[in-house]
């Protein structure tokens, strides 16, 4: 079963008044809310439409600030609705955005801030996605939450259905990251490890989907999955005192929380949420160069992107054949952004940067973002006032074996503390 009929099963659609339909990207054709992503009529994408006279007349900043410090508080613009549904929440969101003054006095940024998506329970941006999904499963009667992942979504998938009591299958690459496998497999999900790429799981998963009835979140449930990413431009504009950046940059897989971001930014305008006068964020993306479509298709003028064998290790946003990226690619252009990529040895030394000049240890993506920051930076894209923010998806003990060669080689002294204060002096000369 492929999609649940929900008015048969309830009656109604039980996901709030706020919420008005399905509506494809592509052609327009509106559907019920239902466990599906793809349109009847052309294949696009399917997309959450609001009704947002009444998202109007429920939601203000005050609405809002008194709400839980999660992802939960700009739950009118979420497609479940909490008078009928409790959240499955292991408290994801309401990061910190922290002002970068060391990096920025680097780039020359006076207003660089970090959106710090390492503090999310397991580490990574995606339990956004993912306690959305989930409570969307569990309201419309689903048991069994299910991912196609490159590790970060498996995590987050494993660690909610825990929590929620709900069944658990990820299937991943054989080749993830021990950190990433061992960080999924504690809560003891069903994995499912394949011998191919993401790009082979991904459509392995989409054939799977027709044959059992789980959620899969990136999948079936990715129309209500993927508004979740919203919450971490919410944040933003929140915390920046009601106020959008200039600039935002987001690393690039499927493409599918970058079109996020812009459609969160669309409707904090649209609503009067951000002050008035507020123009939308350039949207700029990064990628790594060793899988880079999106990057490549940016700069090579195209409207569409040619699918790559990626060959990097960023491992959470290597996707060759990303959905979402013809979307990403206009909505840069549309907003002034630019879609670039990173070498290898620039997003370790972005991990560095990072890490060494504001305390934050960040995962590969993280590494990518911040070296895309630091080339744009030093190209004078910047002149110094803009509000620029880099949006940190992951954190970096998950890849830390990306870094470990760095690492000085200690070699132990002896337990005397002259041997110490010898050793000292040895190392600061
Ligand atoms: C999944 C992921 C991304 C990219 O997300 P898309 O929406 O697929 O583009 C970025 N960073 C991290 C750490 C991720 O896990
Ligand atoms: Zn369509």
New binding site residues.
């Given amino acids: 079963m492929s999609t649940i009929s929900l008015l048969e099963r309830y009656g109604r659609a039980p996901s709030g008044a706020h919420v008005a339909c399905l509506v494809c990207r592509a052609c327009g054709h509106e559907t019920p809310v239902e466990a599906t992503n793809i349109c009847e009529r052309c294949f696009g994408p399917l997309e959450v439409r609001y009704d947002y006279e009444e998202v109007a007349r429920r939601i203000s900043r005050e609405s809002i600030a008194a709400g839980p410090s999660s992802i939960w508080r700009y739950r009118d613009l979420l497609p479940v609705d909490l008078e009928e549904t409790e959240p499955i929440t292991l408290g994801e969101g309401f990061t910190p955005l922290i002002h970068a003054r060391n990096l920025g006095a680097e780039l020359g940024l006076r207003n660089l801030y970090l959106k710090n998506d390492t503090q999310n329970p397991t580490g990574?941006?995606?339990d956004r996605v993912v306690s959305v999904a989930a409570t969307w499963a569990r309201e419309h009667g689903l048991t069994t939450i299910a991912c196609a992942s490159?590790?970060?979504?498996a995590n987050s998938v494993a660690a909610y259905a825990a929590h929620a009591g709900m069944r658990a299958v990820v299937v991943v690459p054989s080749d993830l990251e021990p950190a990433k496998m061992i960080g999924t497999s504690i809560f003891r999900p069903t994995i499912i490890a394949v011998d191919g790429s993401y790009d082979d799981v991904n459509r392995l998963c989409t054939e799977l989907a027709d044959c059992v009835d789980w959620g899969f979140c990136n999948l079936n449930l990715r129309p209500y999955y993927?508004e979740g990413?919203k919450t971490l431009t919410f944040e933003t504009a929140e915390q920046l005192g009601w106020r959008l950046p200039d600039e935002i940059i987001?690393?690039?897989?499927?493409?599918?929380?970058?079109v996020k971001h812009r459609k969160a930014a669309g409707e904090l305008i649209d609503l009067g949420l951000v002050d008035s006068g507020s123009r939308l964020p350039r949207f700029t993306g990064a990628q790594a160069l060793g899988c880079s479509p999106v990057a490549t298709a940016f700069s090579g003028g195209e409207t569409t992107v040619v699918p790559v064998r990626p060959a990097t290790i960023a491992r959470?946003?290597a996707?060759g054949n990303?959905s979402?990226g013809a979307d990403v690619l206009r909505i840069a252009r549309e907003t002034g952004g630019v879609v670039a990529s990173v070498t290898e040895e620039e997003l370790v030394e972005g991990i560095e940067l990072l890490a060494a000049s504001e305390g934050i240890f960040a995962?590969t993506?993280?590494g990518v973002t911040v070296a895309v920051l630091r080339n744009l930076a030093r190209a004078g894209r910047w002149e110094g006032d803009e509000t620029v923010v880099a949006y940190i998806?992951?954190a970096g003990l998950k890849t830390a074996d990306c870094v470990a060669s760095r690492a000085p080689v200690l070699t132990p002294v002896p337990a005397s503390l002259r041997a110490v204060r010898e050793r000292y002096a040895g190392l600061i000369s």
């Fill in positions: 990574s941006f995606k490159t590790g970060n979504l993927s990413s987001v690393p690039v897989a499927s493409g599918c929380q970058f959470s946003i996707i990303p979402d995962e993506a993280g998806t992951g």
